[in-house]
Nanobody
Framework: QLQLVESGGGLVQPGGSLRLSCTGS????????MGWFRQAPGKEREGVSC????????DYADSVKGRFTISRDNAKNTVSLQMNNLKPEDTAVYYC????????????????????WGQGTQVTVSS
């Protein structure tokens, strides 16, 4: 059974950095597109960043471009999200997810394209 487990969340001051990791098990990691999402209290879950199935294409939400970097290590079944210059509005529960469909030419940032989800990790940006 496919499982995704996030880690690395916590409390950080504005301007600080965090690195989130998502480790997968129960499936062949290589060949799956992967995405990071977040959900703040009272708001809809939104796409933050993603990798195509080939791992060659990435995409970012406008709100995090230039501050967040997604990476993946297929040998370790891990996808990471390096978050720099964090802002209070980045406070949310962060989720990693994988779709059943193969995406080679792009990666989706719509949560409706994803089928498997981790349990989430809390990120709080506050002074």
């Amino acid at each position: 059974q496919l499982q995704l487990v996030e880690s690395g969340g916590g409390l950080v001051q504005p301007g600080g950095s965090l690195r989130l990791s998502c480790t997968g098990s129960g499936f062949t990691w290589d060949g799956y597109a992967m995405g990071w999402f977040r959900q703040a209290p009272g708001k809809e879950r939104e796409g933050v960043s993603c990798f195509s199935s080939t791992g060659e294409i990435t995409d970012y939400a406008d709100s995090v471009k230039g501050r967040f970097t997604i990476s993946r290590d297929n040998a370790k079944n891990t996808v990471s999200l390096q978050m720099n210059n964090l802002k209070p509005e980045d406070t949310a529960v962060y989720y990693c997810a994988a779709p059943k469909e193969v995406y080679r030419s792009h990666c989706p940032l719509s949560l409706y394209e994803y089928d498997y989800w981790g349990q989430g990790t809390q990120v709080t940006v506050s002074s």
